[in-house]
């Protein structure tokens, strides 16, 4: 089964990579749906770094619905403007394990304007019930891409240093 978003965000491309990149936002597009928490001592970081990261899954933000496997990287060799995170983990227990592939690819780039065009791949495998479960799977990707969108105009990019810079600025000027 695939499922394709391709969507333009109103922020800038590093905003939307920032943001991509967390586990905060996930918990955000998924909601009220899902949620997740963290399965290891350190819990979730504020950055998916590449690996493997255990979480488990819960309906409606509260009910135990399994265990899942985040399994983060960033592939390279992409045109040039273009950021990809992938997570080819998938449901280790719980009623989502009729999944047995998942690979799951969000990718950023610039569009004029400082606006971001985002593209997300699912590809997804379910045997027999592929049929069954693509339209909630195509469904629930139409939220999170309705909330991404709506995310994504609170979104914004201070590249290290700024702030301190301007802070510095204005010290010397006062």
């Not at 135990?64 to 045109?79: I, M, Q, T």
Request: with cysteine; aromatic share 10%; charged share 20%.
């Amino acid at each position: 089964m695939r499922v394709i978003l391709k969507l333009t965000l109103d922020c800038t491309p590093d905003a939307a990579w920032r943001a991509l990149r967390g586990p905060a936002v996930l918990r955000e597009v998924v909601a009220p749906w899902l949620d997740f928490s963290s399965l290891e001592d350190e819990g979730l970081p504020t950055v998916w770094p590449e690996g493997r990261h255990r979480v488990r899954a819960l309906a409606f933000r509260r009910f135990p619905a399994g265990e899942e496997l985040v399994d983060v990287s960033y592939p390279g060799g992409l045109p040039t403007g273009v950021r990809m995170l992938r997570d080819a983990g998938g449901v280790l227990t719980g009623p989502l394990t009729l999944f047995d592939r998942w690979d799951h690819r969000m990718a950023v780039s610039p569009l004029p304007g400082g606006r971001t065009l985002y593209r997300d791949q699912l590809l997804a495998h379910a045997g027999a019930l592929d049929v069954v479960a693509w339209y909630p799977t195509w469904a629930f990707w139409q939220w999170r891409g309705m909330r991404l969108r709506q995310l994504a105009a609170g979104w914004s990019y201070d590249p290290p240093g700024t702030a301190d810079a301007a802070a510095s600025t204005r010290t010397v000027a006062a």
